[in-house]
C-alpha cells in the first residue's frame, strides 16, 4: 500500500473543466448531493476546493455558506487548506469533492477539516474508484500526466479507516458511474441499470456521508457499600453484670 503523504507536486483541480468528463462527474455528484443537503441543519457550511464550489448548495437549510478556494472565481475566501482560519468546532458540514487525490497529505487535511467541524458534525468526500473503469486508466502512459489520472486515487475503503480513526461514522459510502457517458445519456442510464450490481464495487466515483461522533468521558461512580461487621454475639444480649447493675 502507497503512503498517504507524497512529496512530488500534484497538480491542484479548481475547475471541473480541468478533468476529463468533469460535466459527467458533476453531474453525478450533485444528484446525490441534492439528497442529502436538505437534511442538513446548522449555522455554517463549509466548500473546501475549487471543485466544492461548483457544486450547487443553495437548497441547503445552512444559508450561511463558505467556498475557499485560491484561483476559483466562485471563492468567498482565499486560504490554505492546511491552515483553515476558523476557530475550533466552527462549521455543522463541510463537503469536499475530489480534494484528498491531490494533496500532497491527506491526513493533516482531515484532521484540520475535523478541527472546525462540531461534535455530530457531517462531512461529505468525493473522489475517484481506483478500482473502476474510469480508475484503471492511470496506468495507461498518454493519461499520467492529465486530470483526473495524475491524482493519487484512494480506495473509499481507506478513506473510510481514515475517518473511523478520527471517530467519524460512515452514514453512507456508495459508488456509482459505471462508464462516462457524456455524449448518449441513454446509454449511460442503461449501463447503471444493467450492472447496478457491480456498482458498489467497481463504481467510478465515490460518495461518502460520515457523522463526527463524540463520546464524553463520564467517570465511573463506585458503588460503595458499608461492609457489616462481625459481631458474635446479639445486639439485644446483655451480660450479667450489666444487668446487676441496672
Known amino acids: 500500500m502507497k503512503p498517504a503523504r507524497s512529496r512530488r507536486p500534484l497538480e491542484y483541480p479548481y475547475t471541473w473543466e480541468q478533468f476529463a468528463h468533469g460535466e459527467w462527474a458533476c453531474r453525478h455528484i450533485q444528484c446525490r448531493l441534492d439528497e442529502w443537503l436538505p437534511k442538513f441543519f446548522g449555522y455554517h457550511l463549509l466548500k473546501l476546493g475549487g471543485l466544492s464550489c461548483e457544486l450547487a448548495s443553495g437548497h441547503c437549510n445552512i444559508q450561511h455558506q463558505i467556498c475557499i478556494d485560491k484561483i476559483n472565481p466562485l471563492r468567498t475566501l482565499e486560504a490554505n487548506g492546511y491552515e483553515l482560519p476558523f476557530v475550533d468546532k466552527a462549521f455543522d458540514v463541510c463537503v469536499l469533492a475530489n480534494q484528498l487525490d491531490y494533496t500532497d497529505d491527506p491526513h493533516r487535511l482531515l484532521r484540520e477539516i475535523d478541527r472546525v467541524m462540531?461534535?455530530?458534525?457531517?462531512?461529505?468526500?468525493?473522489g475517484?474508484?481506483?478500482?473502476?473503469v474510469m480508475g484503471v486508466g492511470r496506468v495507461l502512459p498518454w493519461r499520467k500526466?492529465?486530470?483526473?489520472?495524475?491524482?493519487?486515487?484512494?480506495t473509499p475503503l481507506r478513506v473510510k479507516d481514515w475517518l473511523g480513526?478520527?471517530?467519524y461514522e460512515v452514514v453512507e459510502l456508495s459508488c456509482f458511474g459505471l462508464l462516462?457517458?457524456?455524449k448518449d445519456r441513454m446509454s449511460?442510464?442503461?449501463?447503471?441499470?444493467?450492472?447496478?450490481?457491480?456498482?458498489?464495487?467497481?463504481?467510478?466515483?465515490?460518495?461518502?456521508?460520515?457523522?463526527?461522533r463524540t463520546y464524553p468521558l463520564k467517570p465511573i461512580k463506585p458503588a460503595w457499600k458499608l461492609?457489616?461487621?462481625?459481631?458474635p454475639v446479639g445486639v439485644n444480649y446483655r451480660t450479667r453484670s450489666e444487668t446487676d447493675a441496672a
Open 145 to 154: 500526466g492529465h486530470l483526473p489520472w495524475s491524482g493519487r486515487m484512494f
Open 227 to 231: 461492609r457489616k461487621g462481625f459481631s
Open 180 to 182: 462516462p457517458t457524456t
Open 118 to 126: 462540531i461534535d455530530d458534525g457531517y462531512v461529505i468526500i468525493t
Open 188 to 212: 449511460g442510464i442503461w449501463l447503471e441499470t444493467s450492472f447496478s450490481g457491480l456498482l458498489p464495487a467497481i463504481g467510478s466515483l465515490y460518495f461518502i456521508v460520515a457523522r463526527k
Open 165 to 167: 480513526v478520527l471517530n
Open 128 to 132: 475517484v474508484n481506483p478500482c473502476s
